[in-house]
């Protein structure tokens, strides 16, 4: 069988491209990661899962992959990177605290609610904070290329200028003049000869906590400096993968498409890759709405428009459940409904698990593997991949209670696929085995101990075959004999 290529749908083209990495066996990939300023909410899961998703992906196709994520943790502000003071800074003030006591609180928060989730610790997690000096290199690049002008202090970007020559707007589709128009009614362009202008280096405010000396003013870098920065570094002039929310792609992802070229003269991404966006009850999430839901909420059920806590496994299941390209609207009747659908496709591994070999197979065991590996290759489609597990549950209870049959071989080719797609690749975890230790551990320890009781009664050593299943029973797992063997469970 021809092995499936991967095709992925590239923000910048427009459409679906088959994956060309420029190695062809190592895989860069940079993501933007998150701004730590307060606690992780179900906003972080979208682009966290997507691109777990597909680092597991790349990985277990066997590419060497370097996935760099990024913290923001030089202070900027959520609507415009340049204007007013910097949120870190405030909470810092306020609570008297180092604006870097602020953002280490809240990295581990984000690391420990991200590890919950099963999304793996990228390759290389560079902080903002750190990479001062390679911002002013880049600054400094795109000053030496012309694409750059100083006014007070600060630097600022010519859109104008970079747009005469290249087209500033290529990702999400605009042209100058929509930016114009989008820009125009910010306040506070003093500095700039443009609004749409973006500050590539600003002077920092005499009361502004976080500040580094550089050539042109004590002050600190403009947000999507960062990003270009860190990115070259990590990954060279040319990497394959740049992703990120939707939310992200105009102003963010448009300017460091800009600051590469400048400085670069291309472009760093080929392909660009976009999750889109969470609604909460057909809403955005925000503040005003009464819906900013923190995962800490999330998982304890404790915010008002949640009806029951939600495991972090039936939040990583139903964000698998829709594409990443298509919209996702949390409410409780569809998260209830991906918390049932995760305990059936838990069961049905289980039901695997205690399937017989047979002489003979009635099923044809590679069909799984094959439409999951199908799915996937197209533009990541999980909820195809979940489709034919699902199919397949079925069959896993036939094969369980006899009314289907697999040969040794198959059941192991069965059991092989569903933990390189089940447990590797959606990166799921069975939550109620794993209360008590583990599933994947649970499993084989618990057949080893029946086998040997097996072979005790066989040699009619009772009291051992007694001792055996006494045991396990103390430790909450049941044992029911059967004429050719026996039956488990976790009580
Ligand atoms: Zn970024």
Redesign the pocket.
């Known amino acids: 069988m021809e092995k499936n290529k991967l095709v992925l749908y590239n923000t910048l083209t427009r459409r679906k491209e088959t994956f060309e990495p420029i190695n062809p066996t190592h895989v860069g990939m ?4 998150p701004t730590v300023y307060g606690d992780p909410h179900l906003g972080h899961t979208r682009p966290a899962i997507t691109f777990d998703l597909l680092f597991r992906y790349l990985k277990a196709e066997g590419y060497k992959v370097r996935y760099v994520r ?1 913290i ?1 943790d030089v202070g900027h502000l959520e609507h415009d990177a340049d204007e007013g003071e910097d949120k870190i800074a405030k909470k810092a003030r306020l609570e008297q605290l180092e604006p870097m006591e602020v953002a280490h609180y809240y990295t581990e928060r984000y690391h420990k609610y991200m590890d919950m989730l099963g999304v793996l610790s990228p390759s290389i997690e560079p902080h903002a904070s750190g990479h001062i000096m390679e911002q002013i290199d880049f600054v400094r690049r795109i000053i030496d290329a012309g694409f750059a002008y100083e006014s007070n202090g600060s630097i600022y970007f010519d859109v104008e200028k970079y747009n005469a020559q290249h087209h500033y707007g290529c990702l999400s589709g605009r042209n100058l003049d929509d930016i114009v128009t989008d820009t125009r009614r910010l306040d506070g362009q003093e500095d700039k000869r443009h609004s749409y202008d973006f500050a590539l280096w600003k002077k920092a405010s005499p009361e502004h906590i976080m500040r580094w000396a550089s050539p042109w003013s004590d002050g600190f870098p403009g ?2 400096m ?3 920065a860190m ?1 070259t570094k990590y990954l060279g002039e040319r990497f394959d993968i ?1 992703g ?1 929310g939707m939310d ?1 792609m105009f102003p ?2 448009e300017c ?1 498409i800009a600051q590469s070229t400048a400085a670069l003269g291309h472009d760093s991404a080929r392909y660009w890759v976009h999750n889109n966006m969470i609604t909460i009850n057909g809403k955005k999430m925000g503040k005003s709405y009464n819906n900013f839901i923190t995962l800490e909420q999330m998982f304890d059920g404790s915010h008002e428009a949640l009806a029951q806590a939600y495991s972090p496994m039936t939040v990583r299941f139903f964000i698998l459940q829709a594409h990443y390209r298509s919209t996702l609207d949390f409410s409780n009747d569809a998260l209830q409904a991906a918390e049932k659908g995760l305990d059936r496709l838990m069961k049905g591994i289980e039901a695997l698990g205690k399937a017989k070999p047979a002489a003979t197979s009635t099923i044809n065991a590679a069909e799984l593997e094959e439409r999951c590996a199908a799915a996937m290759a197209d533009d990541l489609n999980s909820p195809m991949v979940i489709s034919a597990l699902f199919d397949w549950v079925r069959i896993f209870n036939s094969l369980a209670e006899g009314t289907q049959t697999a040969t040794a071989e198959d059941l192991e080719l069965l059991r092989a696929t569903v933990n390189r797609w089940v447990f590797d690749i959606l990166g799921l975890r069975d939550e109620k085995a794993a209360s008590t230790g583990g599933k994947d551990m649970v499993t084989p320890l618990v057949e080893m101990l029946l086998d040997m009781r097996m072979k005790a009664k066989q040699e009619k050593n009772w009291a051992l075959s007694d001792e055996i299943r006494d045991r396990l029973t103390a430790i909450g797992i049941r044992v029911k004999d059967r004429k050719d063997g026996y039956d488990w469970e976790i009580e």
């Not at 940079?30 to 990661?33: F, I, N």
Request: net charge negative; glycine share 12%.
């Open positions: 940079y993501v933007c990661g990024n923001t947000w999507h960062e990003c270009s990115s740049h990120g992200l963010h992802h460091e």
